[in-house]
């Protein structure tokens, strides 16, 4: 099984600032990476795959980079909306997640 | 639009049975692959079952493999989940969520471009 471990656990962020999130897997998984936002009560919403590419209708301000077993998540400037769970899903050796990093207002 | 509606969570005692459904819209559901994915109460995200699109192909967790059944009724275009022998570790809401391709090609499988909002499951006696 391929192990994904994000980290940090949590991250304390003020509105405007960038929020940088980290991902990284227990093996090389090319770049066969999403990304998910989840808030409390409804459905995570996909953000990015390809390891950076972006869903359409995803914001700009949400990017993606690495490839192989570091992944990062960048926000580059929070807005009030952008406060709650994110995911990291490898999905080259069947499928696992991360743990998730909760993202909250400084 | 697509929509993914999941339902039928509830309380269940320790080796009772329970069947969820998800009732898709707004997509060709059956050239899809679709899954069921859970998170347990402070754990993270655990993918438990998938059906392939098109010709019936399935793939279990070990964690659920012999007491949990996939099936999809493309003509209702609805996914279900058969949950039988159930335990106090399968308590966890529940979402359903559609893969961007039919099937898994070997191992290399896929993203999930819509979820559910989830159905909570609870097995207490």
């Known amino acids: 099984e391929t192990v994904m471990t994000q980290s940090p656990a949590t991250l304390s962020v003020s509105p405007g600032e960038r929020a940088t999130l980290s991902c990284r897997a227990s093996?090389?998984?090319?770049?066969?990476l999403a990304w998910y936002q989840h808030k409390p009560g409804q459905a995570p919403r996909l953000l990015i795959y390809?390891?950076?590419t972006r869903t359409p209708g995803i914001p700009a301000r949400f990017s993606g980079s690495g490839s192989g077993t570091e992944f990062t998540l960048t926000i580059s400037s929070l807005q009030s909306e952008d406060f709650a769970v994110y995911f990291c899903?490898?999905?080259?050796?069947?499928?696992?997640f991360g743990r998730g990093t909760r993202l909250e207002i400084k | 639009e697509v929509q993914l509606l999941d339902s039928g969570g509830g309380l269940v005692q320790p080796g009772g049975s329970l069947r969820l459904s998800c009732a898709a819209s707004?997509?060709?559901?059956?050239?899809?692959?679709m899954s069921w994915v859970r998170q347990a109460p402070g754990k993270g995200l655990e993918w438990v079952c998938g059906v392939a699109g098109g010709p019936d192909s399935t793939w279990y967790a070990d964690s659920v493999k012999g007491r949990f059944t996939i099936s999809r009724d493309n003509s209702k275009n609805t996914l279900y989940l058969q949950m039988n022998s159930l335990r106090a570790e399968d308590t966890a809401v529940y979402y359903c969520?559609?893969?961007?391709?039919?099937?898994?090609?070997?191992?290399?499988?896929?993203?999930?471009?819509?979820w559910g909002p989830g159905t909570l499951v609870t097995v207490s006696s």
């Open positions: 899903q490898q999905y080259n050796y069947l499928i696992t």
């Open positions: 093996q090389s998984i090319s770049s066969n």
């Open positions: 390809g390891a950076s």
């Open positions: 707004g997509f060709a559901f059956s050239s899809y692959a």
């Open positions: 969520a559609k893969g961007s391709l039919p099937y898994c090609t070997g191992v290399l499988c896929y993203e999930f471009d819509y």
